[in-house]
């Protein structure tokens, strides 16, 4: 039998062309084979007055996640150009494993020529410019998305294997810094001012004594625990921004998902604020909280009646911590529902609630959408629950046949929805008041 030929999801598609140093232009329709998507759409129609996101709140910056093929798809760049962003967040661009496929070098070979893989973050940087916004930097570190050479030398361990993988961390983020200082006295500003260093760091889903556990990988493992049982890879990554980024000063913070529901939450968030406590003791530089808020109506406990209250409280409590708090990556899973229209409404519902109740704590001064629109959603990379989180299994309460997923604020057609003007409504909150 002839084997099957490999097919990307639209994110490692992005990834082959940008390593490649092509630049498509792509409508929203490109590719549509390797993604799940909607014959027919519902259109929805707004009685409500177009404000751009990005000026209804002046206290709030509002912004949207790029990568791949999306950043030169000229559709998608004008659609949300019609918003006027504060932000537009590099999700990929600053992984270890895109920036060092081959070597602690930045570059990967493509064709036999050497490439350089600065290319997605120089172009976001490009197109944040041409907007009028500035770039988020989100996942310098993580324990995923590392490239073999890294997890074979953590896996092999041969004499100095520590040392050399604390030389490449120090190397990576020293290397990213100066590349933005640059970047910087190219623009002319600081194009940056929001840096994301640790990405998920807990592995929520094992819990310890009432506590969630590290998330295991190779950082973890190449440097010492501190004192208080805190990773050293969070606190030295805190210690080398500061030391390398002096000339910038971005806002420095770290990320996590699912503090938002009653699932995980109650576990995460004093672990959370235990972990801003263990940085600020140590006289670490930490602006912020990042919470990524891909929210799950599933894994609260009332699904139609959302309680955020308990996560309010885990807002004020960072808030009386002295960091703001970032809504990093918001978008809504409605794979419970097979109706498009409930699946919208759900969808909006929960955009405006948790937004709303978010937006009450003075502490909380961005909010960014991943993604833009449904057909450039992560959830739509493989069409299935299962494919999403694969270490998770199948989302509780999906439906047996999932419908193609409808959990961004614009459609597949770059139209905007209810939960759109359910954002809108939201930011306006208190708008002049915070």
Same mark, same amino acid.
């Given at each position: 039998m002839q084997a099957k030929p490999k097919e990307f999801s639209r994110r490692q598609f992005g990834s082959a062309l940008l390593g490649a140093g092509l630049t498509p232009a792509l409508a929203p329709q490109a590719h549509a084979g390797r993604v799940c998507r909607e014959p027919s759409p519902p259109v !929805?129609?707004?009685?409500?007055? /177009?404000?751009? #996101?990005?000026?209804?709140?002046?206290? *709030?910056?509002?912004?949207?996640?790029?990568?791949? %093929? +999306?950043? !030169?798809? @000229?559709?998608?760049v004008e659609a949300v150009k019609m918003e006027r962003p504060n932000i537009i967040a590099i999700g990929s661009g600053l992984k270890f494993g895109n920036l060092h496929p081959e070597?602690? /070098?930045? %570059?990967?070979?493509?064709?036999?020529?050497?490439? +350089? @893989?600065? @290319?997605?973050?120089?172009?976001?940087?490009?197109? /944040?410019?041409?907007?009028?916004? +500035?770039v988020r930097g989100d996942a310098l570190i993580w324990n995923d998305w590392l490239p073999p050479?890294? %997890?074979?030398?953590?896996?092999? =361990?041969?004499? &100095?294997? =520590?040392?050399?993988?604390?030389e490449a961390y120090e190397k990576n983020l020293e290397s990213?810094? +100066?590349?933005?200082?640059?970047?910087?006295?190219?623009?002319?500003?600081?194009?940056?001012?929001?840096?994301?260093?640790?990405? %998920?760091?807990? /592995?929520?889903?094992?819990?310890?004594?009432g506590k969630p556990a590290w998330r295991q990988g190779t950082w973890l493992e190449a440097f010492d625990p501190m004192p208080d049982g805190a990773p050293g890879y969070i606190h030295q990554a805190f210690n080398l921004a500061e030391k390398y980024s002096r000339s910038s000063k971005p806002a420095l913070f770290f990320n996590e998902a699912n503090c938002d529901t009653d699932k995980h939450g109650p576990i995460l968030r004093g672990a959370m604020l235990a972990l801003v406590d263990s940085l600020q003791a140590a006289g670490r530089k930490i602006d912020a909280v990042g919470l990524e808020s891909h929210l799950q109506p599933e894994w609260m406990n009332d699904r139609d009646k959302p309680d955020w209250?308990?996560? *309010?409280?885990?807002?004020?409590? #960072?808030?009386?911590?002295?960091?703001? *708090? !970032?809504?990093?990556?918001l978008d809504v899973n409605d794979c419970a529902l097979e109706d498009a229209a409930a699946r919208d409404k759900l969808v909006a519902d929960y955009t405006q609630s948790f937004v709303s109740a978010a937006l009450e704590i003075p502490a909380v001064t961005m909010v960014t959408n991943w993604d833009f629109a449904d057909s450039l959603s992560w959830y739509r990379d493989e069409a299935?629950?299962?494919? @999403?989180?694969?270490?998770?299994?199948?989302?509780? &309460?999906?439906?047996?046949?999932?419908?193609?997923? =409808?959990?961004?604020? !614009?459609d597949q057609e770059l139209s905007p929805k209810a939960a759109r003007d359910a954002l809108a409504a939201a930011l306006a909150v208190k708008s002049d008041q915070k």
């Open positions: !929805y129609h707004s009685n409500q007055p /177009a404000v751009p #996101l990005g000026a209804i709140n002046p206290h *709030v910056s509002w912004g949207v996640h790029l990568e791949g %093929e +999306s950043i !030169y798809d @000229t559709s998608v070597s602690i /070098a930045f %570059e990967r070979e493509a064709d036999g020529k050497k490439i +350089s @893989t600065w @290319t997605e973050a120089d172009d976001i940087v490009r197109l /944040a410019s041409r907007l009028g916004a +500035s050479w890294i %997890e074979k030398l953590a896996k092999e =361990r041969p004499k &100095g294997w =520590r040392d050399q993988l604390q990213i810094f +100066s590349r933005f200082q640059a970047l910087d006295r190219q623009y002319g500003k600081s194009v940056m001012p929001w840096c994301g260093l640790i990405n %998920e760091p807990f /592995a929520y889903w094992k819990v310890w004594f209250r308990p996560f *309010v409280k885990f807002l004020k409590d #960072l808030q009386a911590r002295g960091v703001a *708090v !970032y809504i990093t990556e299935t629950p299962e494919s @999403t989180f694969p270490a998770l299994g199948r989302w509780p &309460g999906c439906v047996a046949r999932p419908a193609c997923p =409808r959990p961004a604020i !614009y």
